[in-house]
């Protein structure tokens, strides 16, 4: 992420207009999130890292997105609502955009482009296969909760599939590297 991406315009999930320039000179874990995936109770284990990261400089960034089979359908405010009362959400969450296709939104451009390969996919892509579907090809998002590393000069440094979860070793590692330096 280039300076000029921390310019990206974004909403809060309160839906005021803002930019990713308040989170310079910090460790980003962005992730695309949804709230009827089976990879939802990853928000427990995002929450967790985010209470034991968060003073040493980590920001997890939650951007809702509903497109994969609409597994987030709900409006800001009742994904708000529901990471709140469900998973005690504390970390940043954003207005609801696309991650993935024709409508992607211009941060997660950004974010493919700079990373277009993700690394540790288990067996979730498989997964989907086995149920029919077709899953997109890298440099495109395979599903809810991809992850994106940023270091605290705006770099992407690291993507992870969406079944490593938040306390994987290879994330949480590679999250103490950039937050040592």
Not at 29 to 45: D, F, H, M, R, W
Not at 66 to 93: A, H, K, R, T
Request: overall charge negative; hydrophobic content about 35%; aromatic content about 10%.
């Amino acid at each position: 992420m280039t300076a000029s991406a921390y310019n990206i315009p974004v909403k809060t999930i309160d839906g005021a207009e803002t930019t990713l320039n308040q989170y310079q000179g910090k460790v980003l874990l962005i992730v695309n999130v949804a709230s009827k995936c089976g990879l939802t109770p990853q928000y427990e284990g995002l929450e967790q890292l985010y209470k034991d990261k968060k003073d040493q400089g980590l920001e997890i960034l939650g951007f809702p997105a509903n497109n994969f089979l609409e597994q987030e359908p709900g409006s800001d405010e009742e994904i708000q609502q529901f990471c709140s009362l469900n998973y005690q959400v504390d970390f940043p969450l954003f207005s609801k955009i696309s991650v993935a296709g024709d409508s992607k939104h211009p941060l997660y451009q950004a974010l493919t482009a700079a990373v277009p390969e993700r690394e540790g996919e288990g067996p979730w892509k498989k997964d989907l296969i086995d149920y029919g579907l077709t899953p997109n090809e890298p440099p495109e998002v395979l599903w809810n909760f991809e992850k994106f590393l940023v270091n605290k000069n705006g770099e992407i440094v690291a993507r992870f599939a969406p079944d490593i979860k938040a306390d994987d070793a290879r994330i949480v590692d590679a999250i103490n590297t950039e937050l040592a330096k």
